[in-house]
């Protein structure tokens, strides 16, 4: 397999910027940060996405998001945290292998909410209930 994110979870690659590692997860500076501290964190397992993702690999891999995160608010100070996954060509996934932006947020960075990333004002021409039965899990 050629994946970048692999290769960096072999260790195949010299990485002076890895932060953190468990068992299952690895996190690493982004090379292109959108803010001091912008960090990725991987399954070292090859997903492609969180759908992909085993069940027994979440509790890892989100633990390896909080600790990066809290680690990022002891050091680094920052006055909040956007935490996300671009899943899919079209919403931004450049890398095929799953990882989690986890961005430090500081006053006056220019930056805006998740809710700035779509501009569709009126996604719910169904109506919010019709579009909640189609999604509904039943237990």
Excluded: W
């Excluded at 960096?8 to 690659?13: S, Y």
């Excluded at 002891?74 to 996934?93: C, E, M, R, W, Y």
């Amino acid at each position: 397999m050629d994946c970048l994110f692999c290769k960096i979870a072999r260790k195949g690659l010299p990485s002076d910027v890895i932060v953190y590692e468990n068992d299952a997860a690895m996190a690493f500076l982004d090379i292109h940060p959108l803010s001091l501290g912008h960090t990725l964190v991987i399954p070292k397992i090859h997903y492609e996405n969180i759908i992909t993702l085993k069940e027994d690999e979440i509790t890892p891999l989100f633990s390896a998001v909080k600790k990066i995160t809290e680690q990022l608010m002891k050091v680094l100070s920052p006055h909040g945290f956007t935490i996300g996954i671009n899943h899919g060509k079209d919403a931004g996934q450049v890398v095929d292998h799953l990882h989690i932006h986890v961005i430090p947020r500081y006053l006056g960075d220019g930056g805006r909410s998740i809710h700035s990333i779509i501009q569709n004002s009126s996604p719910y021409e169904e109506g919010l209930h019709n579009i909640a039965k189609k999604i509904r899990i039943s237990q």
